[in-house]
């Protein structure tokens, strides 16, 4: 069941406003993938609010909690900067669809008439070089990649410097995410961002976590793990429809401070769009 369809259920059990009503709606919040802490200081913040406003009706209060929550999702627009080498290093843990999200990219800023070059710099997963090839060769684009196992900073710096050999444009560098050693990964990301950082033109280099928005508070530990690391600069959200919880982008919002750039919500080239925070909470509502 969908937050707006827990909401829903839960205005229908509470004929009135009562200290029940408030402590369910912190329940359901949970259930929608915001934090505990959080959900406790929305629905403290919420309940003040309607008894200063002497709000009671259930859209009025939906609407409330809506502007209180959207406060904390920020959209970042990411408009690379013509003639310049700018680069986007996309980052999070295997399985969530950064490779497809490099490729979904490609396209994106390719029918803006940005000339791209994908840099496969995941280069544990013989899987992962083999498809950014493939992808590649569909959207007619370059592709640098070097053989499996080596260093994943040298594929950045070669693919950063056919970038300026070309005049500018963007770099869009996928990467391992194997969690499962955290020490090795942030080891390893962080000679990634020191090399990208050094060739990307000043003000031109991004980081992105792409994170699968169907996994709820592990998306929030993910963010953690990689703001930590090497500090990312905004999110992609993949596998994202409106039937998604969602709540983890408010809670990444609020205590990391990280805004969105693109949501991804199929399979296809296409499939890509940049974040409308009003539509975002309009799905999260159910509006």
């Known amino acids: 069941m969908s937050f707006a369809e827990k909401l829903k259920a839960l205005f229908g059990r509470h004929s009135a406003v009562s200290e029940d009503f408030f402590d369910d709606l912190t329940d359901t919040l949970i259930e929608g993938d915001i934090g505990a ?137 996928d990467t391992a995410g194997r969690l499962h050693n955290k020490e090795h990964l942030v080891n390893e990301l962080k000679k990634i961002d020191r090399i990208a950082s050094s060739k990307a033109d000043a003000g031109c280099y991004k980081k992105l976590l792409v994170l699968d928005a169907t996994t709820g508070q592990n998306a929030v530990r993910q963010a953690e793990v990689f703001h930590e690391a090497v500090g990312v600069d905004a999110l992609v959200l993949a596998k994202y429809d409106s039937t998604a919880k969602g709540g983890e982008v408010v809670t990444i919002g609020k205590e990391l401070h990280i805004p969105v750039a693109f949501v991804c919500t199929g399979e296809h080239y296409e499939d890509i769009s940049i974040m409308d925070r009003e539509r975002y909470m309009a799905d999260f509502f159910g509006h």
């Open 37 to 173: 802490k959080m959900a406790v200081e929305l629905v403290d913040a919420l309940h003040v609010r309607c008894r200063k406003e002497k709000i009671t009706e259930s859209q009025a209060i939906t609407a409330a909690l809506s502007s209180m929550m959207q406060e904390y999702v920020e959209v970042l627009p990411l408009e690379p900067e013509a003639g310049k080498v700018n680069l986007y290093l996309l980052l999070g843990v295997n399985g969530v669809g950064k490779t497809t999200t490099v490729a979904k990219l490609a396209r994106w800023y390719g029918q803006r008439k940005i000339p791209v070059v994908m840099a496969a710099a995941d280069t544990f997963r013989a899987a992962a070089i083999d498809q950014l090839d493939a992808h590649g060769t569909r959207l007619g684009m370059r592709v640098v990649k070097h053989q499996m196992g080596s260093d994943p900073a040298s594929v950045v710096f070669d693919a950063a410097a056919a970038c300026a050999a070309q005049g500018g444009g963007l770099v869009l560098a």
